[in-house]
């Protein structure tokens, strides 16, 4: 019933950017923590930011000062700005979300991922 879609990967060159997109749909009655995971070939999935209802956000030691997460809390989207994107920043990148639904209760949900390529 609860759905998350990502948009906005991409090939794109070393210090350049990138802006990701997150929409969760369906049958939505209160979304919670919402955040953006990744995970490189051979590496485990690794969180990258976190946003909270009230706008408090984590961020990885790793994305500090280069990325940004926001969120829209009636269009019940998350973003993900990315500037001064690294090689090391190639990865897929997931949304995740805890949603409360009134037939489900609150329950984790993941989506279906979009790569980030960072190559010259």
């Known amino acids: 019933q609860v759905q998350l879609a990502e948009s906005g990967g991409g090939l794109v060159q070393p210090g350049g950017s990138l802006r990701l997109s997150c929409a969760a749909s369906g049958s939505i009655s209160s979304i919670y923590v919402m955040g953006w995971y990744r995970q490189a070939p051979g590496k485990q999935r690794e969180l990258v930011a976190t946003?909270?209802?009230?706008?408090?956000?984590n961020y990885a030691d790793s994305v500090k000062g280069r990325f940004t997460i926001s969120r829209d809390n009636a269009k019940n989207t998350v973003n993900l700005q990315m500037n001064s994107l690294k090689p090391e920043d190639t990865a897929v990148y997931y949304c995740?979300?805890?949603?409360?639904?009134?037939?489900?209760?609150?329950?984790?949900?993941w989506g279906q991922g979009t790569q980030v390529t960072v190559s010259s």
């Open positions: 946003i909270s209802s009230g706008g408090r956000t």
């Open positions: 995740n979300a805890n949603i409360g639904t009134i037939s489900m209760g609150t329950k984790n949900y």
